[in-house]
């Protein structure tokens, strides 16, 4: 089956620990994006990367870092700098740019299950 | 700006149809888009809208599109207890430095009462 898979389901850590999220696809996607969701804030953009050893800050970046070593695998790191990391982390992958096809099979951001971050 | 709002809660009867409204403020957005998410899950892609186009059906969901006044709903017609979850709107956006993004407004949380 193709798909976003992201581990663990729940992470729990300490206060002033780094922690890393994992995210895998096997669609063959270019672009892949984590964000961060909280109660009646909706999803924000932490970081986005377009292609291979490539990535950019979203809208929130302070406090996270990431790579993109492998097109399959984009990790997501939460800094002991992150002032409130405790949220729900969703990663998601698109096609890629739009082409000259449909801009929505381009477009279409496919999510992964999430991972539940809890600071302690 | 890139704001992109919704109401936080709508409670409907089974069985009726629900609304549920999203204004955004970027008038360069391409088309914009539906996403569910039901519980402690990702988000997954309903339906979506070009921004020359004012109205697009798909068997019980119907999208509005005013871009005058830069205002979206998604219509569920015979609203059923499966249709329960947290559902968003969302904006595509050309980046400045290249690529694309999706702006997310906060969320509904529609609930269906038998």
């Known amino acids: 089956d193709g798909g976003i898979t992201q581990s663990p389901k729940y992470l729990f850590r300490k206060e002033g620990q780094n922690v890393t999220l994992s995210c895998e696809q096997n669609?063959?996607?270019?672009?892949m994006y984590w964000y961060r969701q909280d109660p009646g804030q909706g999803l924000r953009l932490i970081y986005y990367?377009?292609?291979?050893?490539?990535?950019q800050k979203g809208d929130i970046a302070e406090g996270y870092s990431v790579s993109r070593e492998k097109k399959e695998s984009f990790p997501l790191t939460v800094t002991s700098a992150q002032k409130n990391p405790t949220a729900f982390y969703l990663c998601?992958?698109?096609?890629?740019?739009?082409?000259?096809?449909?801009?929505?099979?381009?477009?279409?951001?496919?999510f992964g299950p999430g991972t539940r971050l809890t600071v302690l | 700006g890139e704001d992109v709002e919704q109401s936080l809660f709508l409670s409907v009867r089974e069985g009726d149809s629900s609304v549920i409204n999203c204004t955004y403020t970027?008038?360069?957005?391409?088309?914009l888009y539906w996403y569910k998410q039901e519980p402690g899950a990702g988000l997954q892609l309903l339906t979506y809208?070009?921004?020359?186009?004012d109205m697009k059906q798909d068997q019980r969901l119907t999208v509005l599109l005013n871009k005058k006044d830069k205002h979206l709903s998604l219509r569920i017609a015979d609203t059923q207890t499966g249709d329960s979850a947290i559902y968003f709107c969302?904006?595509?956006?050309?980046?400045?430095?290249?690529?694309?993004?999706?702006?997310f407004g906060t969320g509904t949380q529609l609930k269906v009462e038998l």
């Open positions: 970027d008038s360069s957005s391409t088309y």
């Open positions: 969302a904006e595509y956006l050309i980046l400045t430095g290249g690529g694309n993004k999706l702006t």
């Open positions: 809208i070009f921004s020359n186009m």
């Open positions: 990367s377009q292609i291979v050893n490539d990535f």
């Open positions: 998601a992958s698109s096609m890629g740019p739009p082409g000259d096809g449909d801009p929505i099979s381009y477009n279409e951001q496919f």
């Open positions: 669609l063959n996607h270019d672009a």
